[in-house]
């Protein structure tokens, strides 16, 4: 897009610039009709937050990312949130509604870059890679547990609200049990009270199950 759009002049672009847009719906059918594109709020703001990673072979985005984060600070009120964070967590939300954890999961991941701080997207985040891998039965479980303990280390849990804490709790257990078994008693006890582990009487002997028979099974141990 050139800079005399609205929007690139905003960011403080002076040159042509590529930025990412998520289409679905009818926005998606008409641009296959057409090569029309809704540039929208959020056809951006789902676009940056799904495509902030991406590293196309043809196309130089090292120019339009340094843009990325003004963006998301200029998107914030346009879409009356209160901060790029709300703004991230909410944009989670709907389309982990609307396309599934999987998309999700991408957002949080790449929202942390530009929130490296947020314990409530890193949240988001653990749960959305829990339960995309559960959706697909995840083969390579094992590098997606590593993936969630990493994260669940930089994560205030204290901080999260009843329902999230109860949540990785359970995901907690099962992540570290798989990966670091030594390291899961010392872990749950230390970020966990009583209220978020009374899953437990039922839940841990089916996890025990799974890890006697060596046979992992995301569905089986869904968190639904």
């Given at each position: 897009m050139a800079p005399s759009v609205g929007f690139l002049a905003a960011v403080?672009?002076?040159?042509?610039?590529?930025?990412?847009?998520?289409?679905?719906?009818?926005?998606?059918?008409?641009?296959?009709r057409t090569g029309a594109v809704n540039f929208s709020p959020v056809t951006l703001l789902y676009g940056i937050l799904y495509g902030a990673s991406d590293d196309p072979p043809t196309l130089d985005v090292s120019l339009s990312s340094r843009y990325f984060a003004k963006a998301l600070e200029l998107l914030?009120?346009?879409?009356?949130?209160?901060?790029?964070?709300?703004l991230?967590?909410?944009?989670?939300?709907n389309a982990r509604q609307e396309f599934g954890s999987a998309?999700?999961?991408?957002?949080?991941?790449?929202?942390?870059g530009f929130v490296p701080q947020s314990d409530k997207i890193r949240s988001d985040f653990v749960v959305d890679l829990w339960v995309s891998a559960e959706e697909r039965d995840e083969s390579e479980h094992l590098v997606v547990l590593r993936e969630i303990v990493s994260l669940l280390k930089q994560i205030d849990i204290a901080s999260l609200a009843p329902p999230f804490r109860k949540c990785l709790s359970y995901i907690a257990t099962v992540a570290f049990s798989e990966t670091e078994p030594s390291?899961?008693?010392?872990?749950?006890?230390?970020?966990?009270?009583a209220e978020d582990l009374d899953w437990i009487p039922k839940e841990k002997k089916q996890?025990?199950?799974?890890r006697q028979s060596k046979r992992f099974s995301w569905r089986a141990l869904s968190i639904q």
């Open positions: 403080g672009a002076t040159e042509k610039t590529h930025l990412p847009l998520f289409l679905s719906g009818n926005d998606l059918d008409a641009f296959k914030a009120p346009e879409l009356k949130m209160p901060d790029v964070e709300q991230i967590l909410t944009a989670g939300a998309v999700s999961a991408r957002m949080m991941g790449n929202g942390l390291a899961e008693v010392d872990f749950v006890r230390a970020h966990f009270s996890i025990g199950d799974y």
